[in-house]
């Protein structure tokens, strides 16, 4: 069974402080053997990926055949359906039109004293998505990836993807060529992110690498971050729910459950301000759980992670709601757009009862690699922005660093910087005679 | 003497690789001192900050002593003098009027299915800027950090900075002011930062931390990446100049010693399409070597990673430029926007003659906190941007979830996530009948 917490409880305060802190993942240390296979890589290269790569995933490789050619992706691509072609294309038309509006724009004015101010934004040169094999192989994150990198207008997007004894899914393929990606490699773990960092005598080095993984990737990832870009690193699932009394408790469990079946950790949370639709839903969530596939892990999630909440009021849950600073949130009230000024704190909301969660992780448009761990405090999901990167400009003419320049020259000399002071003193000596 | 290197030399690809690849900085290994210290902050809070600071900063505080007072800051204060408060004030208000442009726009549309999809930024809630104490405090970073920070909205801004033996720089207390800094805590090194991660008695928590500092800072921020966010982890500053012939080598030997008084592990780079040139700048910087106060540091910056490197013409110093991508490029050249279009990979641009870097270091406007190390490839300067996060919206009518909600069921499906599908299909049942 899940917490059952109410505001009014006189303990709630502490149970509460229990649950945010609540560790759900404990986090395997493999950073050892990280570094030796990164070490191992930068020596050797493709030798040291080859041979990973065997030992692995359990595939003897060349390093002609690191790359898939481009008659395997076709003959991949060509077992997909034409409705699951069909869904994933509609998914990346959608997230395409929604990043194509983040595209930033580039600005460059002239102040009172003359001097040209601005930024320019640029594409990253190269990106590396990792696409993770077997079971969590999943096509959409390849969309969510790819597509914003492709809207920044990245050159070169490659994929390394593990393929256990050779095998892959071809609706990442698909997916990869929808997203505009030029090689996908098959390799995966640490030896992957070591040779996208690195570079080997086949794979060209990249500037940024994205994507989930396991904890080696994630530990390799930590490793490599400066030499390349990296992106967050993704903790377990979450959601939380905030509804009132006029809801089917049965959609309300099913969107609960659709974060507890990703995996053990994941953690779905239902704040209520109706204790009876609370033990409603937590009843609906036990029915539904008897028929899901995935039953024993969506079970395991939603009783060592889950939780009901009942509020006074909404401004109570939305309070609460900023505390936990979910990934997910849906708002399954009356009036979501209001409840939705005050819960600032969240990486992605749903707005109303129409707006389920799984929307967002496929066809919604915006993206599903969204901020973990309550770090929706200070982070956001995966965007165009993280493809690019943004140069600032400057031109001084001769008064606007007269008008400007002794103030610099100033605060050098408080600094102690004093050739910073004397490179702008030694022009203005220039105009002053 | 500084390598000296042009690419018509027959070993110009190798020496440039070396260059490239030369390490400047040995990173000093501090991260089992630094667990330690965070452990005992945690776990002591307020006790363990105080011990620490009487132990490292010679000064015993009691906890209400931590943060100054206003009365202590207001006759910090009346100490600077009315020409370096007023270079002061200028700098706040070019930086303020540079980042005021950067706040970004929400946006929210309704598409062709009916769906309202969009995002909306709001400011991160609390924000500490780490200050580092004695000889490399510079009260234009305090600026360069808090101000975008002020103008994203940041509700609570807090200042860390070590006062050793009770000293503190007036015009860092005045920086901290004109920026709306709310706390100067008088705190350094891992504690600070360990502090203001998990929060004390006295100190509470922030969201992200920002700032500069020594090896202990940096590995302690790595650390708390997660809990809170953090800046980038930076290295030594650097320099590179683009600049023809019509340059008084002077100016251009000035502007690469203010990067090398900085620090030893400094770098500063020029490349010119004329040997003679180079030979005059490279001789303009022993000439003015002799003179400054800081000429051991600058001196041996120059001589262990200072470069001249001449080419062909502008288009290769491009194709170089990228290659380094340095933190500050100067383009002192007869068409610097131009030039400018090509070297994409910098964190700021200085464009042309009259705009030496120490103008950006100060009072030019942009922000001159930059990725150093090659990283402008994949990140940028710090940014109005950091200091707030990005939540996506999304909603969905009933007839949106009819058009898009089967694709959405088809991937959950194709993914192996059945619950993702039941949330919709429940839905679309309700819809159908």
Redesign the interface.
């Known amino acids: 069974m899940p917490l059952f917490l109410s505001t009014q409880d006189a303990g709630f305060e502490a149970d509460f402080a229990a649950l945010l802190g609540m560790k759900r993942e404990e986090a395997e240390d493999v950073d050892q053997a990280v570094a030796t296979i990164i070490a191992d890589v930068r020596a050797r290269g493709d030798g040291a990926v080859l041979e990973l790569t065997a030992r692995f995933d359990r595939l003897a490789l060349t390093a002609d055949k690191l790359a898939f050619s481009k008659a395997e992706i076709a003959a991949e691509i060509a077992k997909v359906t034409p409705?699951?072609r069909?869904?994933?294309e509609?998914?990346a038309a959608?997230i395409r039109?929604?990043h194509e509006?983040q595209r930033p724009s580039d600005?460059l004015?002239t102040?009172e004293t003359g001097?040209?101010?601005g930024?320019r934004f640029?594409p990253?040169?190269a990106a590396g998505l990792y696409v993770p094999g077997g079971?969590a192989t999943?096509?959409?994150s390849v969309l969510m990836n790819a597509i914003p990198a492709q809207v920044a207008g990245v050159k070169r997007l490659v994929i390394a993807c593990p393929t256990p004894g050779g095998v892959v899914n071809p609706?990442v393929l698909l997916a990869a060529e929808l997203a505009g990606v030029v090689t996908v490699y098959r390799m995966g773990g640490a030896q992957a992110i070591a040779a996208l960092a690195y570079g080997t005598e086949t794979v060209q080095a990249v500037?940024?690498i994205t994507g989930p993984g396991n904890a080696y990737v994630a530990a390799a990832k930590r490793r490599v971050f400066?030499r390349?870009?990296i992106d967050m690193?993704a903790g377990p699932s979450e959601i939380l729910v905030i509804a009132d009394r006029d809801n089917?408790p049965?959609?309300i469990a099913?969107?609960l459950?659709?974060q507890?079946?990703?995996d053990e950790s994941a953690q779905s949370i239902l704040i209520t301000d109706d204790a009876a639709f609370g033990r409603a839903v937590a009843a609906a969530v036990e029915r539904?759980l008897e028929t899901?596939?995935?039953r024993a892990i969506?079970g395991a999630s939603w009783a060592a992670h889950g939780a009901v909440i009942v509020v006074r009021d909404l401004d109570e849950a939305a309070v609460l709601s900023n505390r936990i600073a979910p990934e997910h949130l849906e708002l399954c009230v009356a009036e979501?757009?209001k409840l939705?000024e005050k819960t600032?704190?969240?990486?992605?909301?749903?707005?109303?009862?129409?707006?389920?969660?799984?929307?967002?992780?496929?066809?919604?448009?915006?993206?599903h690699v969204?901020?973990t761990?309550r770090?929706?405090?200070?982070?956001?999901?995966l965007?165009v922005?993280d493809f690019m990167?943004?140069?600032?400009?400057?031109?001084?003419?001769?008064e606007?660093?007269a008008a400007?320049?002794?103030?610099?020259e100033?605060?050098?000399i408080?600094?102690?910087?004093?050739?910073?002071?004397?490179?702008?003193r030694?022009?203005l000596d220039?105009l002053n005679g």
């Open positions: 409705e699951d069909a869904a994933l509609l998914a959608r039109a929604y509006r600005l004015w102040d001097a040209t101010l930024w640029t990253i040169p079971l999943y096509p959409s609706l500037d940024k400066g390349v870009g690193i089917d049965d959609w099913l969107d459950l659709s507890a079946e990703h539904r899901l596939e995935r969506a979501p757009e939705a600032t704190e969240a990486g992605a909301i749903f707005l109303g009862s129409w707006t389920p969660e799984a929307i967002g992780d496929y066809v919604g448009g915006p993206n969204l901020p761990a770090s929706a405090r200070f982070s956001s999901g965007s922005l990167k943004r140069t600032t400009l400057a031109r001084m003419t001769p606007a660093l400007i320049g002794p103030a610099a100033r605060l050098a408080s600094e102690s910087l004093q050739a910073h002071g004397l490179s702008v030694a022009r220039r």
